[in-house]
């Protein structure tokens, strides 16, 4: 009898997921039974001789996990993002890589508007002042915030969530600006967005969201130079990941009121350490890696990773790879 293929999976994912994975007769589930991500060791010890492995955005694999553990056949990241994989190591070794891409757009754009409301309307300092007790009485002057209706915003990265930021933005009467890599002034017919290039965008916009992917081409894309450029009643939204902003730039610019607000989904590092400046900045919001995390879209991100993996052990076409080049060339 043959050895049914093995399928890692690095956390314990949604029931949706979970269910389906241990319901497939034919494969083997490891699982790593931590809420933290395991370590490095722990890593290699999880993936040791399996088939395919379900990661996550907090597990970076590189070339010399692959080597070691030949076996691998997928990496099935449950996540759109897959910068915490070496795409291009597992593209060499023959190895697929797979995401979950659409599923979260919208729920991504939700939660990025939800910071940018409140950071504008200063919800969080609200909620802060009430629970500490200090609502007295109705004032003219209290925690008075920016509207949003007229005001101008940014988009930075104009794919599948920035279009569905634009969308929100539209619906609040902004007027929008579209960053990409073509910064050629036209205008976006679906969301009334006006192309143009990153600097006129930051020098123009009252809100910057920041919904790139992270690449060489976007890390440390907002930095001192580029935060000097905004407003000083600017607010930066970033949804993305962190190292595209440089944090240390960030800091300085909210201290001296560079820039007025920042509201982050995504720090680098993460998780940002209990003490962290950034932390304790009444003029920054900070949320733990949360865009995603709608009970919803969880489960049908975990459906689509763990359809991914599953597919991809018995030698069927997974729905979504990242480097079709793989599969193309693969041995039949
Ligand atoms: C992603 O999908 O890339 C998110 O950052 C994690 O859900």
Redesign the pocket.
């Known amino acids: 009898m043959s050895k049914k293929p093995i399928i890692a999976v690095t956390r314990v994912l949604p029931d949706a997921g979970m269910s389906m994975l241990a319901e497939a007769a034919d494969i083997e589930l490891r699982v790593w039974p931590g809420d933290l991500p395991p370590n490095p060791d722990e890593l290699a010890a999880l993936v040791a001789g399996v088939d395919g492995v379900i990661a996550l ?1 907090t597990d970076p694999i590189g070339g010399d996990l692959l080597d070691r553990n030949p076996s691998i056949r997928v990496l099935s ?6 910068d915490n994989i070496d795409v291009v190591a597992a593209t060499e070794r023959g190895v697929l890589v797979c ?2 891409p659409g599923v ?1 757009t919208e729920t ?1 754009a939700d939660l990025t508007f939800a910071l940018l409301v409140s950071a504008a309307r200063r919800v969080v300092e609200g909620v802060e002042y009430v629970r500490a007790g200090k609502w007295q009485t109705w004032s003219p002057t209290l925690l008075l915030g920016q509207d949003l209706h007229d005001a101008t915003i940014a988009i930075v990265g104009f794919g599948r969530i920035g279009r569905e930021v634009a969308k929100r933005a539209a619906g609040f009467s902004m007027r929008i600006l579209a960053v990409t890599s073509d910064p050629t002034p036209r205008t976006d017919s679906e969301t009334g967005a006006m192309y143009t290039d990153l600097d006129t965008a930051l020098k123009e916009a009252d809100f910057v969201c920041l919904n790139v992917a992270l690449n060489d081409d976007t890390r440390g894309m907002i930095g001192a130079r580029e935060l000097g450029l905004m407003k000083r009643s600017a607010i930066l939204v970033n949804a993305a ?1 962190g190292p595209v902003v440089d944090t240390r730039a960030l800091v300085e610019a909210l201290r001296n009121g560079v820039i007025a607000g920042a509201a982050l989904d ?1 720090t680098d590092p993460e998780p940002l350490p209990a003490d962290h400046p950034l932390i304790a900045m009444e003029n920054c919001i900070v949320v733990p ?1 949360i ?3 709608s009970v919803a879209t969880r489960s049908k ?1 975990a459906r689509m990773a763990a359809t991914n993996a599953i597919e991809a052990v018995r030698g069927n076409r997974p729905p979504h790879i990242v480097n079709g080049d793989v599969w193309q060339n693969r041995r039949q």
Do not use: E, P, Q
Not at 77 to 82: I, K, L, S
């Open positions: 955005v990241n449950f996540a759109v993002g897959y995401n979950t979260l991504t990941r995504v890696h865009a995603s995390g991100m």
